[in-house]
């Protein structure tokens, strides 16, 4: 026998819906209305539907629903049914009634007792569960203001595992407190913290002034591909201790993980999502593998890199210690945020706590999927935005993180963005932000503005990954087509507009203006997403050979850095790592994605070359130029033969050693001549930085393939 399904729903604020599946015969029911089990009155049925297709009932309600009550109809034929009445939190007005400010939600900890606070306002009920002498103990918590829930519990809650039990609709869940800050492995519940065992010094005062993004060079990573290669010494592989490893070399004997990209002499390392996501077994972190686009907790470090994952606070204390250790040479944390989705929203704490409430919807009612993950997160609505700020400003006082990457920073609202520049800011004004700004549908279906390019114009210090340099350096690529080549990989087509980009992507030359002025462009050819410059190389130039490949990744990567905006490198983009044409690893594990020491050695003069373009950014300062009129004084262009580039720098502008200042790119395969009239020493050449050679040159002969810089002092 088939089992009867019967869903009981508000549609209206003053209409029921009865949906019964099997079709049934119910023509003559009444429905009685009881409130936290007491009648209080008949209803009347306005419509019954009954088809082939489809059986229901809508009931008119003419009873006001206050929140925080349990309400259930009931008919002899069907029984006592549930009342879904998580249509009013999409009401224009929730927010107004129920939206709450405060600072205590989570757990408060103290010695003598610890306080809890959950905002549930749909919930008719909410018990907490915790866990004393390895048996589970619930108190009742009360309603509050706002729909907040609060409990007490005396005595000394230090590390011990709690839930929220919450009844939403007659149906008990539980679930793990949103707000919570250390967890047990795969977010099996909560935890006390208290916040004296991780009082960790953030070694600020070594970090160097840092007055303008265009200061910035970027290096992305993850932790565990950082660290993974079995062809280096580094202990605790795959975790935040590993990462924080020094003295730790190659098979070759190179600086490996943290001595490698200290090496480097970056500004800034961006990791790939640090805090808690679903899909890695932290349990048994080596049965999988994922990027960590699949958020699960947003205030809770990953598990799977701690080095003690069975202890709730190894992955915070393992987490700033890393921190600090960067700080202490100098090196900034850029943390990669996912604030657009969560990994499957039916399941996800936000809708089992508030259904309804925290994600998105089309016009027509359907859950927005424009992030492509099955859910977009409401950023507009007041308890999803403040979520949002809460998270980023307790990762900034806690973790000493100094910068973020918003993931699809384009499906969040724009006064959400703005709201945690100016938050952040007020507590780190070196801060750096910026993120995918890319237009994900119609905008204008939407009720508020979009942290999108549309509105770059409105977003001063947010920066953006510039994906017109992406495709006009080295060329568009698809899942589909690897092909197309950038001005970088000789397209003819393209001079003009890689001088836009060259110049930051902020001047109405050749192309439409597109950001305020360029520490808005985030400088790139490769990221994590898509593949490796090198393995495009291979597809789109399959007539050029290995060395030929790896002179113009040469070429690619000093050309980045030398572009105003700010230069942003993808862990082994320098030494031209392979993901065997693979356009998306999110989860194909360590060998397609981490960072191979074995190749490192075997061509560790390209991260010799990109330590010295590094080297000669961070010591000219016009090379960080960000001040419109000053750039378009400095900077002029000249096409030469074979589709090469001049770029001279007039640097009157500036108190500078040099009288002259040229850069010469040649992405043909031809050697070209140019002559000048005097001598110029070279600075930088396919070699590196080789100013110590005192090697002057008056008949200039550019290699192909070549980037060339030329000085008269």
Known sequence: MMKRIVKARLITPTQLKVDVFPLSDLEHVVFDLFV????????????????????YFIIDLHYEVVLGNDYKLYCQELGFLNIDISFLAQADDFDDKYAYDGDDLGASYSPIATSFAVWAPLASKVRLKYSHNRKWCYVDMERTERGIYRAAVKGNLDGTPYLYEITNGGEAVEVSDPYAKLSLQNNRASVVNNPKKYQIAMNDEYLAPFNKYTEAIVY???????????????????????LAEKNRTTSGGHPAGFDYIKM??????????????????????????????????????????????????????????MVAAYHKEGIRIVMDTVFNHVYHHQTSVFERVVP???????????????????NDVASERAMARKLIVDACVYYVKEFGVDGFRFDIMGLIDLETMQIVRDRVKAIK????????GWQMGDE??????????????????????????????????????????????????????????????????????????????????????????????????????????????KMINAAVVASFGIPFIHMGQEIGLSKKNWQNTYKAGDDLNKMNYAVLDERFHLALHLRDAIKLRRKLSFLQESDLAKI??????????????????????????????????????????????????????????????NTFVKHVMLRGRSFLILILK
Not at 284 to 298: E, K, V
Not at 429 to 436: A, L, S
Not at 641 to 668: C, M, Q, R, T, W
């Open 36 to 55: 936290n089990g007491e009648k209080v009155l008949t209803l009347a049925n306005k419509q019954h539907i009954k088809n082939i297709h489809e059986h």
């Open 429 to 436: 004004p070196d801060f750096i932000i910026y993120g995918e």
């Open 632 to 693: 378009e004084q400095t900077v002029t262009f000249e096409d030469l033969d074979h589709n090469a580039l001049k770029v001279s720098y007039d640097l009157g502008a500036y108190e500078s050693e040099f009288k002259d200042f040229l850069v010469f790119i040649n992405p043909s395969a031809e050697t070209i001549y140019y002559d000048l009239d005097e001598y110029y020493q070279i600075l930088f050449a396919s070699g590196g930085n080789v100013l110590a050679s």
């Open 356 to 374: 309804n409430y925290f994600f998105r919807r089309e016009k027509n009612g359907e859950i927005a999927q424009r992030s492509f993950c099955g």
């Open 220 to 242: 992305e990573a993850h932790v565990r591909d950082m660290t993974i290669d079995e062809n280096s010494n580094i202990v605790h592989k795959g975790t935040f201790k590993g």
């Open 264 to 321: 480097l002499g970056i500004t800034h390392l961006q990791l790939l999502p640090i805090f808690d996501y679903a899909t890695v077994d932290e349990e048994n972190p080596d049965t999988t593998y994922n990027w960590g686009y699949d958020p699960a907790q947003y205030f809770v470090p990953e598990g799977s890199y701690a080095s003690k994952p069975s202890d709730p606070y190894s992955r915070i204390i393992d987490l700033k210690k």
């Open 444 to 553: 204008s279906t939407q009720d508020f503005l979009m942290a999108s390019f549309t509105n770059a114009m409105d977003m001063k210090d947010i920066g953006f990954f510039n994906d017109w340099y992406r495709d006009i350096a080295r060329g568009k690529t698809s899942d589909h087509d690897q092909t197309p080549r950038g001005y970088l990989l000789n397209s003819d087509g393209h001079r003009d507009g890689f001088k836009y980009c060259y110049l930051g992507s902020s001047f109405e030359k050749y192309i439409s203006r597109r950001f305020i002025d360029p520490q808005q462009s985030i400088n790139y050819v490769e990221c994590h997403d898509n593949g490796t410059i090198f393995d495009k190389l291979e597809v789109a130039m399959p007539e050029e050979g290995i060395e030929a490949r790896l002179d113009r990744l």
